[in-house]
């Protein structure tokens, strides 16, 4: 049976890109193999791997365990499976090849399409991430860390911040050792732990190997910068009370039509820096324009940001009104033809004062 090819065509990697054909026959024997190694590259052993696969007909969607095996003493694993097993319906299925978290809490697993009899998976190695959180000068926060990077080969590596929800609070791409993030990053935020994630797409046999490791977190010293926006009003979403300013770093929602984000200021403010956290636009926006209102009605520009690739969905910008108190600012994302670009999702939006 055949069934509808119904991806999305514009999600993230081959992977989940697009609906591929499976190219293996349901009564193959498939055998997929690979390795588990230590910090020093002997292999792990004794180590459960989890094989997890994709349910219906979509290439993209919930993993769910599909068979487990144990690595043996070079830390080799093996599965065994059917072309049967790897299809739904003439679609490949994606698969998901897991170990067991090392006995630091790091993490690391692989995902891959399966389309030859004998797949192999690369390498899982458990890096020594020796991730760490220090005070530093001001109320900022240092993260020292082991920089893999130059052993492991190219990819792309993040420092991520989240509270005890799970909400991401801030996150920093390509950080080095010694990356500090000051107390407007952390502002009261309680709870929150750091970890650091590297993700790498590899060629394999007739298709893609997406690798993401992830290192165990460790906890982060609650910061004290408080914005001078929490508690506003805002505009967004038709909120009756504003979910952008409350510090609690849940995803707000916001209807399709909304072009931004108002917030009335609790009293005149000069604005020093604004922070965003959570953004989620759509596509298009090539740059983000700021502006505030003073006493007298007056619109001031007060900075923005201009980005040669799009907008992240963490920002920081300094806002400059020459020194003249604002009662409200207003931040909106502009794509390259000089319109607004809906908002469909926030987390939380600061104001910060001048010193």
């Known amino acids: 049976m055949n069934l509808p090819c119904l991806c999305p065509a514009a999600l993230l990697l081959l992977l989940t890109s697009a609906c591929v054909r499976s190219e293996l026959s349901p009564d193959a024997l498939v055998s997929l193999t690979g390795r588990v190694e230590r910090p020093g590259g002997t292999g792990d052993p004794s180590v459960e791997v989890v094989l997890s696969r994709s349910g219906g007909n979509l290439c993209t969607g919930t993993l769910t365990p599909f068979a487990t095996a144990t690595t043996d003493a070079d830390g080799r694993y093996a599965f065994e499976l059917r072309g049967a097993d790897t299809?739904?319906?003439?679609?490949?299925?994606?698969f998901r090849v897991a170990p067991a978290p090392a006995a630091d809490g790091s993490t690391g697993w692989a995902e891959l399409l399966l389309q030859v009899t004998q797949p192999v998976v690369p390498p899982l190695p458990r890096w020594a991430w020796n991730l760490s959180a220090e005070p530093g000068a001001g109320g900022d926060e240092r993260f020292t860390f082991e920089d893999l990077r130059a052993a492991q080969g190219a990819g792309t590596a993040r420092l991520q911040l989240s509270d005890g929800t799970g909400q991401l609070a801030w996150e920093v791409r390509e950080p080095v050792p010694g990356t500090a993030l000051d107390a407007a990053l952390l502002e009261d935020f309680t709870g929150l732990r750091a970890r650091l994630a590297w993700d790498r797409v590899l060629d394999g046999q007739k298709t893609s190997v997406d690798l993401s490791f992830q290192s165990a977190e460790v906890t982060v010293p609650r910061g004290g910068r408080l914005p001078v926006s929490r508690g506003a009003a805002c505009s967004f979403g038709g909120a009756a009370v504003c979910p952008l300013t409350d510090g609690a770093l849940g995803r707000a929602a916001a209807t399709a039509d909304n072009l931004g984000v108002t917030l009335q200021l609790p009293g005149l403010v000069v604005p020093g820096d604004l922070v965003l956290r959570g953004v989620e636009t759509a596509s298009g926006a090539a740059r983000l324009e700021v502006t505030g209102v003073t006493p007298a009605g007056a619109v001031l520009p007060l900075g923005g940001l201009s980005?040669?690739?799009?907008?992240?969905?963490?920002?920081?910008t300094p806002l400059a009104s020459g020194g003249q108190p604002v009662v409200s600012?207003?931040?909106?994302?502009?794509?390259?033809?000089?319109?607004?670009?809906?908002?469909?999702?926030?987390s939380e939006v600061s104001v910060f004062g001048t010193p």
């Open 307 to 316: 980005a040669e690739e799009p907008l992240g969905a963490f920002e920081r």
């Open 329 to 346: 600012v207003t931040v909106r994302w502009i794509d390259r033809s000089g319109a607004a670009v809906p908002v469909t999702g926030l």
């Open 87 to 94: 299809q739904a319906g003439d679609l490949a299925r994606c």
